[in-house]
């Protein structure tokens, strides 16, 4: 396994070890304070953003430039059109292909 992936099960595993204890020391009664709710929040955009862009400009830990920065590109522009998820990946995976095909 990837330094990457390991990353990616543990942070997972800490999720769901951290929302298990949770409800268990404070209760169904007692809520988390607003200042945690916020941080809570905020929180997994920056982790797949990380993932991201480790997966697309990394190889062998190496950095590597090449037809996956066209996708993320593309589903860039895609999700800043507002397109269905769906679509997003379409269009992510089409232009990755056509460059590979026509420049690789």
């Known amino acids: 396994m990837s330094d990457a992936g390991l990353v990616v099960v543990l942070l997972g595993a800490g999720t769901y070890v951290l929302k298990a204890l949770g409800p268990m020391y404070f209760g169904n009664r007692r809520e988390l304070p607003s200042k945690f709710k916020k ?3 905020l929180l997994p955009t ?3 953003a990380a993932l991201v862009i480790t ?3 990394s190889s062998d830990n190496v950095i590597t430039l090449d037809a996956r920065i066209i996708g993320v590109i593309a589903a860039g522009i895609a999700l800043w059109k507002k397109l269905p998820f769906v679509f997003v990946v379409v269009i992510a995976a089409f232009a990755t292909a056509l460059f590979r095909l026509f420049v690789v």
Do not use: D, K, Q
Request: proline share 11%; hydrophobic share 65%.
């Open 39 to 41: 941080i809570a929040l």
């Open 55 to 57: 997966s697309t400009f």
């Open 46 to 48: 920056p982790l797949i």
